[in-house]
């Protein structure tokens, strides 16, 4: 096995912020592609107004409030989707969005999906570029990331590496809260 084993349950039944941090540096992997999570953003809920679970359950926001360890994905600016990470403890909104990748299996698939990408750190250096070059789809959204063929697994070697906090990207309402969370001095986290 390329990668270590798959992350369970009980990481994602803990608080968002810590569910965030401790994906970095872990690995995403979907069918024959795979990165290094490098860089999260926190999304809260209650009166995190940034946070799509800020309104309540709704259709769009049901997973949100489900069971941890399931993917929530929606489309963003009519163009990309977005792959977010529920975390908290099941009817606790809470979740992650998965900003940026390192590449480290399937780059031919990934260049294939992404052919405006000249080099490496344009694969997948952003939420809308990682699912592209993924291949990760709204009809993800739901999917148990503990299991099947969208998964985040321990790496198989821990690296170390420091942690550097942000404000969150792209975003207006609670714009100046530091929840975004990317491994310091890593070229494949996004521009923003």
Do not use: W
């Amino acid at each position: 096995m390329p990668f270590g084993p798959i992350l369970k349950r009980a990481f994602y039944r803990r608080p968002t912020i810590q569910v965030a941090r401790d994906l970095l540096g872990t690995v995403l992997v979907h069918g024959p592609t795979a990165g290094i999570i490098v860089e999260t953003e926190a999304y809260l809920g209650g009166d995190d107004l940034a946070s799509h679970s800020a309104r309540g359950i709704t259709g769009r926001t049901r997973v949100i409030f489900g069971p941890p360890g399931h993917a929530y994905v929606y489309f963003i600016y009519g163009m990309y989707e977005c792959l977010n990470i529920v975390a908290e403890p099941d009817g606790q909104p809470g979740c992650v969005l998965i900003r940026a990748l390192e590449p480290v299996s399937g780059l031919d698939a990934m260049r294939h999906r992404r052919p405006a990408a000249r080099k490496p750190e344009d694969l997948a250096g952003g939420p809308g570029k990682l699912t592209l070059a993924m291949g990760i789809t709204r009809a993800h959204n739901g999917a148990d990331v503990t299991r099947g063929a969208l998964v985040v697994r321990a790496p198989r070697e821990p690296r170390q590496f420091e942690i550097a906090v942000t404000p969150r990207v792209g975003i207006t309402q609670c714009a100046d809260r530091p929840l975004r969370f990317l491994i310091r001095g890593n070229r494949f986290v996004s521009r923003a």
